[in-house]
């Protein structure tokens, strides 16, 4: 039994490993391109370069646990898992700062955003607390020395405390935007967007936290079980934030592309401007695809004998076809 749990552990250090990596890879890639396209305040790029060096120190203890566990044959490595779970409770923490800055943007809910902020805020000390009273690898025993939580003790609250603001912010969002009633079907695909984005991102770090959770409550599982997933949660929070940024980008398309006015393009020499009575001086009137847009240069009215010449009279106005003008497209 103990060979085949070394078997499992093994196994799962590696794949965490190899798994770890692919996510670090595809982090890297994705911030590459979208930086480079994406107009981005200097906050969020602060932001952005925050987790990237965060991830890369998570990824090097992950090489350094991987390393110390296989070749110099430690068993059970303090430092890397001690600083792989500050690291991973730091972006949990910045992961659900910008959840509940977007969640504040929408409702506007300054109360219930601070409550999930602490709520945020009490993983960060249940994580610190974990390393400062002996690690992750710490065992604790009561009873005559009947182990009832399989280690890490403390962090399973961290799981916990990182599960719970996923959840609430998801649910809140949800909840937020299906009291919008909108008329127009553009608006309602775009709430219906993000209501989808919320759940599916609750959905995926939640489940990840909580398979973790699962594997430490379990005594008889291998503790590299945990490794598994733990080693990949950073990666993942970090992932999480990419993905909304460009499911974002995408919905601020979709408002733009809402907004243009479609239309229908003439050739160039069917068009004229429909001339108005000259009781309005300098008034122009355009119709566009339906709409009318009026241009006024001035509004002072003049009398017919002012405008023109005693036994002038004024010509008559002709009917000519309106004119249409295409709109253009910005980029999204």
Not at 76 to 93: D, H, Q
Not at 124 to 150: D, Q, W, Y
Not at 175 to 182: E, K, R
Request: proline residues 5%; glycine residues 4%.
């Amino acid at each position: 039994m103990d060979a085949q749990n070394s078997r499992v552990g093994v196994s799962c250090l590696l794949a965490g490993s190899w798994l770890n990596t692919v996510l670090f890879t595809l982090e890297i890639v994705l911030c590459f391109l979208y930086m480079r396209r994406w107009k981005l305040d200097p906050v969020f790029h602060y932001g952005f370069v925050l987790f990237l060096v965060n991830d890369t120190l998570g990824t090097l203890c992950v090489y350094a646990n991987s390393f110390l566990s296989f070749v110099q044959r430690t068993e059970n490595p303090k430092w890397p898992a001690a600083v792989l779970l500050i690291s991973t409770a730091l972006s949990a923490l910045i992961e659900q700062t910008f959840l509940v800055h977007r969640y504040w943007m929408v409702t506007k809910n300054t109360v219930w955003s601070g409550i999930i902020m602490l709520i945020a805020l009490a993983h960060m000390c249940a994580a610190i607390s974990s390393v400062a009273l002996g690690g992750p690898s710490k065992e604790f025993s009561v009873h005559n020395g009947l182990t009832l939580v399989r280690p890490p003790a403390l962090t399973i609250l961290t799981c916990l405390k990182i599960f719970r603001p996923h959840v609430l912010i998801a649910l809140s969002m949800v909840w937020s935007l299906s009291g919008f009633d909108s008329v127009s079907q553009s608006t309602r695909h775009l709430i219906r967007s993000i209501a989808l984005n919320a759940l599916a991102t609750g959905a995926v770090v939640a489940s990840v936290t909580g398979l973790a959770m699962i594997t430490l409550l379990i005594k008889s599982l291998d503790r590299n079980i945990f490794s598994l997933f733990f080693v990949i949660m950073g990666r993942v929070y970090s992932l999480t934030i990419i993905v909304n940024f460009y499911q974002r980008h995408r919905q601020q398309a979709i408002v733009s592309n809402a907004m243009h006015v479609s239309a229908v393009s003439l050739p160039e020499s069917q068009f004229v401007v429909e001339s108005l009575p000259t009781t309005t001086r300098g008034t122009l009137e355009v119709r566009t695809a339906g709409r009318t847009t009026r241009d006024s240069r001035s509004t002072e009215r003049t009398s017919p004998k002012d405008e023109f010449p005693s036994g002038t009279a004024p010509p008559r106005p002709s009917r000519v076809p309106a004119l249409y003008t295409s709109a253009s497209h910005s980029e999204a």
